[in-house]
Nanobody, 125 residues
Framework: QVQLVESGGGLVQAGGSLRLSCAAS????????MGWFRQAPGKEHELVFV??????????SYKDSVKGRFTISRDNAKNTGYLQMNSLKPEDTAVYYC????????????????WGQGTQVTVSS
């Protein structure tokens, strides 16, 4: 089992920045790829892939609309993953979840085995 806890969400003005963290415990974090997903208001049944990173950090993947604005990273020594979000837009408003899976990065939510509880990000215009 891997337990994941997100933090770092909050309210920010458009154009601002936030850094989300995902603290892992349980099994060896470095054995798992990590993904960030988000669920926008009014779209409770849509969990959208935002970014993913391989166990080593050597491979990353991003949703097109966040490329150049968001950066995913990880520190395996600290058992923590990160999502740096810059130039935030109101349409980035959502609950953000981190997730973990063995093997490679994936954009399919059903490929992930472990999930955090989510952290709210609100971007005001």
């Amino acid at each position: 089992q891997v337990q994941l806890v997100e933090s770092g969400g909050g309210l920010v003005q458009a154009g601002g920045s936030l850094r989300l963290s995902c603290a892992a415990s349980g099994r060896t974090f470095s054995n798992y790829a990590m993904g960030w997903f988000r669920q926008a208001p009014g779209k409770e049944h849509e969990l959208v892939f935002v970014a993913g990173i391989s166990w080593s950090g050597g491979t990353t993947s991003y949703k097109d609309s966040v490329k150049g604005r968001f950066t995913i990273s990880r520190d395996n020594a600290k058992n923590t993953g990160y999502l740096q979000m810059n130039s935030l837009k109101p349409e980035d408003t959502a609950v953000y979840y981190c997730a973990a899976r063995q093997l490679t990065v994936a954009s399919d939510r059903y490929a992930y085995d472990y999930w955090g509880q989510g952290t709210q990000v609100t971007v005001s215009s």
